[in-house]
Nanobody, 128 residues
């Protein structure tokens, strides 16, 4: 049984930084793409960034390019999202997801209800 557990959320000031972690268990993930999504209050969940577990290739939503960095530690079975220069509009619940046999850019376009696995989310609040 695959499990994804997010951590690292919290309250941060505008312009600050946070690093989210997603620890994966229950499988070997060489054939997976891993991604981060977010859902702001009153809005639909949206794609943020993704990474190929095997190659490390990455893909980003335009609004976070240059501010967010996704990475993975294969030995620790963990995917990270380093978030810098945070803005109030980055406030959301951040979810980790895993999908087999797709390149990372496909996670940004495929129907979310077809994603293989989801974590329960971690809340990020950006405030002045």
């Amino acid at each position: 049984q695959v499990q994804l557990v997010e951590s690292g959320g919290g309250l941060v000031q505008i312009g600050g930084s946070l690093r989210l972690s997603c620890t994966a268990s229950g499988s070997t993930f060489n054939s997976y793409a891993m991604g981060w999504f977010r859902q702001a209050p009153g809005k639909a969940r949206e794609f943020v960034a993704s990474i190929s577990w095997s190659t490390g290739n990455t893909y980003y939503q335009e609004s976070v390019k240059g501010r967010f960095t996704i990475s993975r530690d294969v030995a620790e079975a963990t995917v990270y999202l380093q978030m810098n220069s945070l803005k109030p509009e980055d406030t959301a619940i951040y979810y980790c997801a895993a999908e087999r046999f797709v390149p990372p850019e496909r996670m940004g376009t495929m129907p979310q209800d077809r994603m293989d696995y989801w974590g329960k989310g971690t809340l990020v609040t950006v405030s002045s």
